[in-house]
């Protein structure tokens, strides 16, 4: 690589969705810009539709007509790649094929000059793949955007097994220029983001499958700790098709480790052509009338409690001291236990617990296991499993203490991992498994996810504020109860708990 990206001309192939977002980027960061594609016509129209969108955005103050004129004139549609041959740097974005890909890199080989660099914004294939038999497959990496392209900040700069570190390297650097956030990736399987976020969707989909509860409280549960749409409603803004695709190609890009396993419930969503918004019936119902279901969040009355006490590790100190403060604002007065291995309430013959991922029924008959909890805001939504032999009158008991202690409870089967638990956990063992093969660091790992896909926080945050040994007993605790490989713990995940064990 000789001349530095920062000035190339740039090509993007490629004018659909992602291609019209990322010429309008690289003209906004002052790249003269080619725009082709091979439909006849759609370069131009999206050259049209680009500038009717910069007018919008003109009307609203956010760019100046000075802006406006200079992006419109620095993108020129083109008619053949061989119009383009000055460029430095080609973005393609066409089809999701790996035969096009090729052939189109094969092409522009010989047609652009020998240190141009050639970066495919492919968000499944194989960068690896994508430079095989090309005479100088090190010039070609992934420059992979996010949708819409001018607002989301992460770029993963992908690289195969014969990418130049050089290239890269450049690659990541454009990207900052551009304003965006570049995460370093190896070319695996979803690369980042869509590897780590299948259990977000997986998981919602496994207790769909078992009925052990609705999606609405689904939803709410995962609304509760800070995730901006639920799995479900984002599964349904998304569509089945699209997610069952990726989830697919992921699975069989793994050689069908189990892990990845499909949903026999999304695939009969999307046999039934329940897409999701797009066709009006997904996981819910979009139908004119019809109306969005809602969780019921009505509290039970309190019965009178002399006294209970509250059993806590160190780590759940500072939230014992809040449930303190709120059971005496209720009358109750309360004991912290610091010494035992479990975390909650107890009062009379009943134990609520903080989920280690067991099921309630494994722990005892009069149990109640309630979800993982951030500090709480307004009256957020928490799953709590009871166990099989739980009397009527401790159920009831749990959840109107729950309720006192500013949860909206929602009941869902005894099944390992309630909602929130078993979702993070899964989140934070396919993240460790994404470092343990050096597809990312933690740091890419976290600023992926908060970046590409909305999330609240990293799983390597989540990893911080849970610990290793809780997240490993969730997993364990899957594991043991449905067997086989999906919930096995990441070799990274096992090398941290030890690491925690020796520290403490
Ligand atoms: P799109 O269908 O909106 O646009 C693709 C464009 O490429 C079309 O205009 C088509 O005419 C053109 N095209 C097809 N073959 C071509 C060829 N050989 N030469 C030139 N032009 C050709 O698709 P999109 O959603 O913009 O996706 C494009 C790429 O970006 C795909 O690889 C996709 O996986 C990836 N991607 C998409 C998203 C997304 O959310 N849509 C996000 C990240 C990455």
């Not at 299948?198 to 998981?203: G, K, L, M, T, V």
Request: overall charge neutral; hydrophobic content about 45%.
């Amino acid at each position: 690589m000789n001349a530095p990206l920062s000035s190339a001309k740039i090509l993007v192939v490629g004018a659909g969705i992602m291609g019209a977002g990322i010429a309008q980027v690289a003209a906004q960061a002052g790249h003269k810009v080619y725009l082709m594609d091979a439909r006849e016509g759609a370069a131009r129209q999206a050259h049209a539709k680009l500038s009717e969108s910069l007018h919008a955005l003109l009307a609203k103050g956010k760019f100046t007509q000075a802006q406006v004129d200079d992006i419109r004139m620095r993108i020129a549609p083109v008619d053949t790649l061989a119009d383009a041959a000055d460029a430095g740097l080609v973005i393609e974005a066409i089809v999701e094929n790996l035969d096009a890909k090729r052939a189109l890199f094969g092409e522009l080989e010989f047609l652009l000059g020998g240190d141009c660099v050639l970066a495919s914004n492919t968000s499944s294939l194989s960068i690896t793949a994508i430079a095989k038999g090309l005479r100088n497959p090190g010039r070609v990496v992934g420059m992979h955007f996010f949708n819409p392209v001018p607002l989301m900040k992460l770029v993963e700069v992908v690289s195969g097994l014969q990418t130049a570190p050089g290239v890269a390297q450049a690659i990541f650097d454009l990207s900052t220029a551009w304003g965006k956030v570049p995460v370093q990736a190896r070319s695996t399987p979803g690369f980042i983001v869509n590897r780590i976020a299948r259990p977000f969707y997986a998981e919602a989909l496994a207790l769909l499958h078992e009925q052990s509860t609705s999606p609405q409280v689904i939803d709410a549960c995962m609304r509760a700790i800070g995730f901006r749409m639920g799995p479900c409603e984002l599964m349904d803004l998304i569509g089945h098709d699209t997610n069952f695709a990726v989830t697919q190609a992921v699975y069989a890009a793994n050689f069908f480790d189990k892990r990845y396993t499909p949903s026999l419930f999304q695939s009969a969503l999307v046999d039934g052509g329940m897409l999701g918004r797009k066709s009006g019936r997904g996981i819910y119902d979009y139908s004119a009338g019809s109306k969005p279901p809602t969780v019921d969040t009505q509290p039970l009355p309190l019965p009178a409690i002399a006294h209970l006490q509250l059993h806590s590790r160190t780590q759940d100190a500072q939230t014992m001291v809040d449930w303190q403060v709120r059971l005496q604002a209720a009358g109750i007065a309360t004991d912290l236990v610091t010494t035992s291995n479990w975390t909650g309430l107890q009062t009379g013959d009943l134990q609520m617990r903080r989920t280690d991922g067991r099921p309630a029924s494994a722990l005892g008959p009069q149990v109640v296991v309630y979800d993982w909890h951030l500090p709480q805001g307004s009256a957020p939504v928490l799953a709590f499993a009871a166990s099989s032999g739980a009397s009527v009158d401790n159920i009831a008991l749990a959840q109107a203490l729950l309720g006192a202690l500013g949860f909206a409870p929602q009941r869902v089967a005894d099944q390992p991992g309630l909602v929130a638990a078993r979702t993070l956990a899964m989140l934070v063992n396919e993240a460790a498994d994404a470092v343990q093969q050096g597809v990312c660091d933690p740091a890419g790992a976290d600023a992926a996810m908060q970046l590409g896909v909305n999330y609240p926080a990293g799983p390597f945050d989540w990893l911080a504020r849970w610990g290793a040994p809780a997240v490993v007993q969730v997993l364990e605790a899957l594991d043991t109860h449905y067997r086989g490989e999906r919930y096995r713990v990441s070799p990274w995940l096992r090398h941290a708990l030890w690491q925690a064990q020796h520290a403490a």
